[in-house]
């Protein structure tokens, strides 16, 4: 019997300007110890399925259309409270933003117990024994102590983890799980999949993942389903989805994988275009506006930036007495040098202070110690606003995060202008907006989506957002932190192309943080390795690919998941 | 040039017309419900001089021998020319109402204005900025909270009569009384919305913004302030009925308006003392119209909350 | 029998000396004694004299009662009566005017004492009705030999709040501002025909609640009660209202001396200093309209500032001004103002019954003849140091109120109607400064003649001066307005005074 | 935590200090202490010599300085009206109005709070509506004329609860309270509502409003996911989360109950301390005002340090580590 069935499923989205086609005509089945892969276009849809399952469609979202089963049993129309006691224990959830999923309120220990001790009845102490096991599995150092901790006090990768340590302590029958290793170091990937797939095996439980990774599809997946556009356009096991695909679409989607083992001039682009769309129009940088009045007021030589003898550090529990304060070293030690028009990347463990080097040479963070120098100016020395603005407009950041770092109440149209219109890159309003809507379609999204706010739009959406605000000040350095784990290869590689245009013919710098091995491989320069808040190798990125020195990186680039070995095969 | 101004103009009315408020804003009856008494309120108030069937601000032309009639349709003591009876200086009862709530809506809205005003910009930099103006600008908080308006609109109305001479007193009466609610209030505003930022300031909308460059102030007033507006409007929204109220306090403490020219809430005060004795329209109408006021203003509150939010629509 | 009663405000103090105030020196009458009292219709009784006699225009002799105690068992004689009258004028006490009409007192015997007064004093008797009696060893005993005062800095006076009296209450608790718990007391001198063991007196001050509680059945007696709610007193099962005129009669007063108003439109000139305007004003307002409808019926429209009650009145200038307003708005035009002016009204709001509503009345009275009024109705603390003479007699037209605390016309003669001479401290509410010199020279003449007859003449001839000359614009006698329960018999006396000894419960 | 408190006590001698500045300037403006303080036959000179020995003649400065200089060590000086020592006239007031507050901020809250959250919950069910609807009267209505009606009600006409005062009270060491009597706690009810009820609706509007917020969240989205009992859901996660601009506002108006509960006080003649500060006003008690006032700004300085302490202990992101924060 299959375990989870969907049946001719379509959801819209009402808006008084018309309604919204989310999905449609999208049927799925999850076998017991089954493990289903859903993969596609960003926003066509994957994430709504998943919601739609448990019941938990965004309003305005609804069901128009189809039928979902557990087990044989009809669960769409289940009353509320009836649901709920199928959601957690039956079906485990972990939804695409792990950033937010978490109450920030409440220790993860209290969030983990109320879960464990709900459905399996364990009392405090063996929930609390449970609790710090899950987190154990799935990888979190010294549980023990983050157990105690709140959210915020988690890096991104962390919280990811967290989240699917509270969606499988349950000892659910089936889980689904949106992108659940996005934020996820390349070890760490490994040790999910390896307790997905153990799960699936021994528990014999079933399982709906949801990713753009090609690499994770090939790993752990028996079947694929493909998503372009809000309809499923094939199904079929994993080696001949991936091997030999017979819709266009799923073709071009394979083609744009990048190569872990080569590195080329530039990203391979989908041709599959729906003939209803107009074929995108290339970017000629030397004309478009990106490309204007790039002078920044310095003859500065040498390195853009360089970081000495960096040191961040958090109080992880506060006491009275200085003595008795506990710090969680988070940079320790780090010193790099980025030269213009480089593109540096940095990879490494999650957890290990990536995230809090970003941040602190966007000036989020003031260092404990260490020099941080933009074009030969100290900036931790800068103490006037003003000043600082200087460099501001030429360092530009795109964040891990893609649900949090948009302002809830502003309109998309409102969150790229802003950029321009306070560094007056733009000489009116009319020119500020058309400029926006020229970045969005650039990013792909499309001039319509100016006038909606974050909310309605999908996770990779959301983070196209956010390159096309990060693009908007014309910056001369640029900070990318994860800026395409929520995003299909297709528009990965339209994105990363553009970047790297950026880079040829305006020696845009570029730090580039990601867990993507190939992907770093394909674009930066140079890598730096980090692990526990130090930097343990630097050097050029084919020499750290092909002749990795340090043990760490060889364990990481060992992890890689092959997916052109299937592909090839 | 004109042409191109006037264009624009009609865009922004179309704009507005086609825009999310308006369309939230037209699917509710009741809001529009609201919208429309507020506007009757404001309406009558504003005109009552053009509408109202008597001017009882005029003392030559009330006549304390017409004082305490009932409403029209008493059978027994009922006078066709007071529709809603007469107070006890022989007003008549719905042009107090209309003359009255012009004071009443001019001091509530603008008292509470200036507090929301004062109160959430300081709120908004105490919380954004913390350290020692946050603990400078909560400390002027807690002496501001030791006094209550009555004292302040004391001490505020003596400067003022010390320092502006005597013919002007009277025009100035109105303003005193605003600017002493009003500075009474903003630290409810403050302490709030201060917490608000706190929380706020964190998220990474923010951080994002701070990287591009955006101002401290920019930053509280596009990115922070939409998103505390919950409180403030609540707040805001229920302060109308006190601030009108406290009018009539302080009305009787001899700073603010005259008793001659009486505002609801004096109205409502006077009536007070009538209520044991059986005149109970001096208090009933003008507390309904109160009732009437701060129930429309609240629900449109409500909606606008819910209207500004995006996720809410 | 328990009796309970409510009153707008609290006594100040227990100190029988601390505030010469109708209330506080009310209430303490029912604990303390003076040498002679009032009965229940203001008429002169001995109480802690037997008996007395006037040998000399200046000098009296006061025969004490024998066997009386205080309440803490001790007897009262002639050391006691000095001692008070000495505590009296000193430093801290309010009753400094009272016990200033006796320049010098001696003991004779135990119970003999001579007082000698400065000037011949037709009005001692009327200013000993108040000074009460206190003992001196008991005061002695607890270090209040001076009257209780708040620049008293060292600490709590103890007679502030302890009592040791010769009266028929005892004092059993106090809480300032909550509650004042009195028992009778067993060794009292006199037989009263009250049958009340204990008195619980509540201080509340909104009207409202007053009147809530005892119509509820909670209070047996409250006061004031605002003259509104009489109706509904009369119609409630169980309670009634109580009334009768009060002593005290309101007016109004005029600017006349500066020689351009405070506040006016007029300037260079003061409209007041013209009679004729002032006769206007006379004759704008509408009395019997105020009392109908203001007080309800319940006040007495006057025609001078004497109230029927206070020795020197005389009924023949007690008719008010014929309320004219076209005879009213020919003598405005006549004095030059046909388009009327603008004047500021000072008005209390907390301090007169209904004051505001007189003002507003008035004010709108005026209007109908062209004088526009700005009314500036504040509370009695900020009224006061507005018009007196702190604030350099701060007004141009104001309403007040006067009970001549001696129940004589001279208190009259001396506050209200001599010209302002501050160096005399005469006339320091004359706040307008309504001058006439043969009433400054007749102020006196009252003041030393003890022939009534005489003196009644000199007194019409005075107030027939500023009758004419309308120094003054009397109102009306305001009314005491009290409610009991049904059965409870109390006497209203004139003075608005509860005296306890007068009250009986069914 | 502890140098925060400290830091915090330090400054609250400035407000307490900077209250009575204010304070003293302000007096000149309530009006004339002396013509409350003597009878209407007390002379000029009398009254004059008074405002001598009081001191009232002197400079402000003096003045100021005497007040301070004195109140540091406690003595606030005899109350000008009920020429008693200040300090003890507050302490004999002070149980009255913290019994009512108190009693009426845990009516608000235990009302205010589940009203809020079902409202919120339900927000287009008629029930809310009523609710919603309803607690806005009891807002735009003047406390006195509430007062009034509900005494008319319920003392007057039904005769079931007393009309004014506290009842019985009992004497427990330096405190007394109504709250052991029957008649004590009959006595609070009307006072108690009265004050509630502005309480009341503010709390439950600002929990509804931030409730809605809440709801919408991730988070929250999550935990229906994992299957978490609705009350669960709303109570510990869901409510928490609007708790910040809750406590701020409770807080400040606990205090502002506690300090100036005047029109209640006096409607229903509560013995407490805003009767005693309505009066002195009105009687131009200054030594009452001036240390009263100094007091209520220590009330509301221990109350805001309490609610800032709170924030830190509801949310863990506003919790004081100085090392991690940005510019
Ligand atoms: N609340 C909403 N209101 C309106 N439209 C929405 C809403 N939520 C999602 N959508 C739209 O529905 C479509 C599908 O979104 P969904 O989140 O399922 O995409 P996805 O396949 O998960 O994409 P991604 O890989 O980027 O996460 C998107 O085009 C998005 O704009
Ligand atoms: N605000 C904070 N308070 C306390 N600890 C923090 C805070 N922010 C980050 N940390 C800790 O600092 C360490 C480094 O975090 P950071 O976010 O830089 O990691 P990262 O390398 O970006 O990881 P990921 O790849 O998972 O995003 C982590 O251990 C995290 O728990
Ligand atoms: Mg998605
Ligand atoms: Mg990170």
Redesign the pocket.
């Known amino acids: 019997m299959t375990l989870l069935e969907v049946k001719d499923l379509r959801i819209e989205f009402p808006s008084r300007r018309g309604t919204m086609v989310a999905v449609d005509k999208v049927s799925l089945t999850v076998n017991p110890g089954e493990v289903l892969g859903v993969v596609g276009e960003s926003g066509a849809g994957k994430s709504t399925i998943g919601n739609a399952v448990v019941g938990l469609l965004e309003p305005p979202g609804r069901m128009a259309n189809g039928e979902v089963y557990l087990e044989g049993k009809r669960i769409d129309n289940l009353p509320e409270h009836e649901m709920r006691k199928l959601r957690g224990r039956r079906i485990g959830m972990i939804f695409q933003d792990p950033l937010t999923s978490l109450d920030p309120l409440q220790t993860i220990e209290k969030q983990l117990v109320e879960t464990i001790d709900l459905h399996l009845q364990l009392g405090e102490a063996g929930s609390k024994k449970r609790a710090i096991d899950m987190l154990r599995q799935v990888g979190i150092p010294d549980p023990e102590m983050r157990v105690k901790?709140y959210p915020?006090?988690?890096?991104?990768?962390?919280r990811?983890r967290v989240v699917i340590a509270l969606a499988l302590c349950a000892e659910p029958d089936v889980i689904i799980a949106d992108e659940p290793t996005t934020?996820?170091?390349v070890s760490i990937q490994a040790q999910i999949l390896e307790l997905i797939k153990k799960l699936c095996v021994e528990k014999n439980v079933g399982m709906l993942i949801i990713t753009h990774d090609m690499g994770v599809i090939a790993d752990v997946t028996d079947r694929v389903a493909v998503m372009y556009r809000g309809n499923m356009v094939e199904e079929g096991p994993t080696a001949k989805i991936l091997g030999n695909p017979d819709h266009p679409y799923t073709q071009s989607l394979i083609s744009a994988v990048p190569r872990p083992d080569k590195r080329l001039d530039r990203f391979p682009l989908v041709e599959y275009i729906e003939e209803a769309h107009e074929p995108k129009k290339e970017l000629d940088i030397a004309t478009h506006w990106l490309g204007q009045a790039r002078d920044f007021g310095d003859a500065h030589k040498g390195p853009l930036i360089k970081i000495e003898n960096l040191q961040m550090r958090?109080?992880?529990k506060n006491s009275i007495f200085p003595s008795r304060r506990v710090y969680?070293d988070?940079?320790k030690d780090v010193s790099l040098e980025i030269q213009p028009g480089e593109i540096f990347g940095l990879v490494?463990?999650?957890?290990?202070?990536?995230?809090?080097?970003?941040?602190l040479i966007s000036g989020l963070y003031h260092p404990a110690g260490g020099q941080i120098s933009f074009a030969g100016t100290d900036l931790v020395g800068i103490k006037s606003e003003k000043q600082m603005d200087h460099f501001r407009r030429q360092m530009q950041m795109i964040f891990?995060d893609p649900f949090s770092s948009l302002n809830p109440r502003m309109r998309v149209l409102d969150i790229v202008a802003e950029p321009i219109r306070f560094h007056g890159l733009a000489s009116s309003k009319q020119e500020g907006n058309r400029i926006v809507r020229d970045l969005l379609d650039h990013v792909g999204l499309g001039e319509a989506a100016a006038l909606k706010y974050p909310h309605e739009f999908s996770g990779g959406q959301r983070q196209r957002i956010s390159i096309a605000r990060a693009l908007a000040t014309r910056p001369r350095f640029l900070i990318c932190?994860?800026p395409t784990s929520a995003l299909d290869v297709s528009i990965q590689a339209q994105i990363l192309n553009l970047l790297k245009d950026l880079q040829a013919e305006l020696g845009l710098t570029m730090l580039f943080?990601s867990?993507d091995l190939p992907v770093i491989r394909q674009m930066c320069d140079r890598v730096g390795v980090?692990r526990h808040?130090q930097l343990c190798e630097v050097g050029e990125t084919e020499q750290i690919f092909n002749d990795p020195k340090h043990d760490y990186t060889k364990h990481l680039l060992e992890l890689m998941p092959k997916f052109s070995n299937v592909a090839v095969a | 040039m004109a042409n191109q101004d006037s264009a624009t103009a009609t865009n922004a009315i179309y704009r507005f017309f086609d825009g999310d408020l308006w369309y939230s804003f037209s699917r509710s009856p009741i809001v529009v419900l609201s919208a429309l008494m507020t506007l009757l309120i404001i309406l009558s108030a504003t005109f009552a001089p053009w509408i109202a069937p008597h001017n009882p601000f005029d003392l030559a032309a009330i006549d304390i021998m017409d004082s305490n009639l009932p409403p029209a349709w008493n059978e027994f003591e009922g006078d066709i020319r007071f529709l809603l009876g007469t107070d006890d200086q022989g007003r008549d009862i719905l042009s107090t109402i209309m003359y009255g709530a012009r004071i009443s809506l001019l001091v509530g809205f603008a008292s509470v204005a200036f507090s929301v005003v004062l109160g959430v910009g300081l709120g908004l930099v105490s919380g954004y900025v913390g350290g020692r103006t946050d603990a400078f600008i909560m400390r002027i908080a807690d002496v501001q909270l030791s006094f209550p308006a009555i004292l302040i609109a004391l001490l505020i109305d003596g400067v003022a009569r010390g320092i502006f001479p005597r013919e002007l007193h009277d025009e100035l009466a109105v303003y005193v009384l605003i600017f002493a609610i009003g500075i009474s209030g903003w630290v409810q505003y403050a302490r709030t919305v201060r917490g608000a930022a706190m929380v706020e300031k964190n998220k990474e909308y923010v951080q994002a913004a701070r990287v591009i460059g955006i101002r401290p102030v920019t930053i509280l007033v596009r990115h922070i302030l939409p998103n505390v507006t919950g409180p403030v409007l609540v707040i805001g929204t229920i302060h109308l009925a006190l601030a009108i109220i406290t009018e009539a306090t302080l009305s009787f403490l001899g700073v603010g308006v005259p008793p001659t020219t009486p505002s609801l809430g004096t109205l409502i005060r006077i009536g007070n003392d009538y209520l044991f004795s059986g005149e109970w329209w001096i208090t009933i109408f003008p507390g309904l119209a109160l009732i009437l006021l701060v129930l429309s203003v609240n629900l449109l509150g409500d909606w606008l909350r819910d209207a500004l939010n995006p996720k809410l629509r | 029998e328990t009796f309970k009663f409510a009153f707008q405000g609290d006594v100040t103090s227990l100190d029988p000396y601390s505030l010469n105030e109708t209330f506080t020196l009310g209430f303490q009458g029912n604990i303390y004694e003076g040498l002679v009292s009032f009965d229940e219709n203001l008429q002169l009784i001995p109480a802690l004299a037997e008996s007395w006699e006037n040998p000399e225009p200046n000098k009296w002799i006061f025969h004490l009662r024998k066997g009386v105690k205080f309440h803490d068992g001790a007897d009262f004689n002639a050391d006691d009566v000095i001692f008070s009258w000495k505590r009296a004028l000193s430093k801290g006490s309010d009753l400094r005017g009272r016990a200033g009409t006796i320049s010098e007192m001696t003991k004779i015997d135990d119970y003999t004492v001579e007082a000698i007064t400065p000037t011949p004093s037709p009005v001692l008797m009327l200013d000993l009705t108040q000074l009460y009696m206190m003992d001196k060893e008991w005061s002695e005993k607890n270090g209040t030999t001076e009257a209780t005062s708040a620049s008293d800095t060292n600490s709590n006076n103890y007679a502030s709040m302890h009592t040791n009296g010769t009266g028929p209450f005892v004092l059993a608790e106090r809480q300032p501002d909550v509650k004042t718990h009195l028992v009778r007391f067993d060794g009292y001198w006199k037989d009263i025909k009250s049958n009340v063991t204990s008195v619980e007196f509540t201080p509340i001050k909104q009207a409202a609640t007053r009147v809530a509680a005892l119509v509820s059945g909670e209070l047996d007696l409250v006061f004031p009660v605002p003259v509104q709610d009489w109706r509904r007193l009369e119609e409630s099962e169980g309670v009634k209202p109580l009334n009768g005129p009060e002593a005290r009669t309101i007016f109004l007063g005029m600017d006349q001396f500066r020689d351009e108003l405070r506040y006016s439109n007029v300037k260079g000139k003061n409209p007041f200093k013209d009679i004729r305007v002032r006769k206007a004003f006379a004759h704008a307002i509408n009395l019997v309209a105020i009392q109908k409808k203001v007080m309800r019926g319940a006040s007495t429209p006057a025609g001078q500032l004497i109230a029927p009650q206070i020795n020197g009145f005389n009924a023949e200038f007690n008719t008010p001004y014929a309320y004219d307003p076209a005879q009213s708005k020919a003598l405005l035009a006549e004095a030059g103002y046909p388009e009327g002016f603008e004047v500021g009204m000072d008005c209390p709001n907390d301090r007169y019954v209904n004051d505001e509503k007189i003002c507003q009345a008035v004010a709108s009275m005026l209007a109908k003849v062209g004088v526009k009024i700005n009314l500036n109705a504040q509370p009695k603390s900020k009224y006061f140091a507005k018009v007196l003479a702190t604030n350099d007699f701060d007004t141009s037209f104001y309403l007040l109120g006067w009970t001549p605390g001696s129940i004589d016309a001279h208190n009259v003669f001396v506050n209200l109607l001599h010209s302002q001479d501050t160096e005399a401290q005469l006339g320091m509410f004359n706040l307008g400064n309504y001058t006439n010199a043969r009433i400054d020279e007749l102020v006196t003449m009252v003041g030393g003649e003890t022939d009534q007859a005489k003196r009644q003449a000199l007194i019409d001839e005075g107030f027939k001066i500023a009758k004419d000359e309308v120094g003054y614009l009397p109102l009306h006698q305001q009314p005491l307005s009290w409610g009991v329960r049904d059965g409870v018999t109390v006497a209203q006396r004139a003075d608005n005074v509860l005296d306890l000894r007068n009250v009986v419960m069914p | 935590m502890f140098s925060f408190i400290i830091k915090r006590l330090l400054q609250s001698m400035l407000v307490m200090l900077t209250v009575a500045f204010v304070a003293f300037s302000l007096f000149n403006y309530v009006g004339d202490p002396i013509s409350n303080m003597v009878g209407q036959d007390t002379t000029f000179a009398e009254r004059d010599a008074l405002r001598d020995r009081l001191g009232l003649n002197d400079p402000f400065v003096v003045q100021f300085g005497r007040f301070v200089s004195k109140a540091a060590t406690g003595d606030f000086g005899i109350s000008y009206h009920h020429k008693q020592s200040v300090s003890g006239l507050i302490a004999e007031r002070m149980p009255a109005t913290l019994e009512l507050s108190l009693v009426s901020a845990f009516l608000s809250l235990i009302l205010g709070i589940p009203l809020g959250v079902y409202t919120a919950l339900h927000r287009d069910s008629l029930g809310s509506k009523l609710v919603m609807t309803l607690s806005l009267i009891g807002v735009s209505l003047p406390t006195f004329l509430i007062g009034i009606l509900m005494i008319l009600l319920f003392g007057v006409i039904w005769q079931i609860l007393p009309t004014f005062g506290r009842g019985e009270v009992v004497t427990l060491g330096w405190w007394n309270t109504g709250l052991l009597t029957t008649s004590g706690l009959k006595a609070i009810i009307m006072p108690a509502i009265t004050l509630a009820l502005f309480q009341m609706t503010l709390i439950m509007r600002l929990v509804r409003a931030e409730m809605l917020e809440v709801l919408r969240t991730d988070f929250i989205k999550f935990a229906k996911a994992r299957g978490l009992p609705t009350r669960i859901i709303h109570f510990r996660h869901a409510l928490k989360n609007t708790l910040v601009p809750v406590i701020t506002i409770t807080g400040l108006q606990i205090g502002s109950i506690i300090a100036f509960a005047i029109i209640t006080e006096s409607v229903f003649q509560w013995p407490g301390m805003g009767l005693l500060f309505i009066q002195a006003i009105s009687e131009v008690d200054i030594p009452i005002m001036a240390a009263y006032l100094v007091m209520i700004a220590l009330f509301f300085v221990v109350i805001n340090l309490t609610v800032d302490i709170l924030y830190f202990f509801v949310d863990p992101r506003l919790r004081v580590?100085r090392e991690?924060t940005g510019r």
């Not at chain 1, 915020?152 to 962390?158: D, K, L, R």
């Not at chain 1, 490494?348 to 941040?359: D, N, P």
């Open positions: 901790q915020h006090q988690f890096s991104g990768g962390m990811q934020a996820l170091d958090f109080l992880s969680l988070a940079v490494g463990e999650s957890g290990s202070g990536k995230s809090t080097i970003a941040r891990q932190d994860e943080i867990h980090m808040g | 580590d991690s």
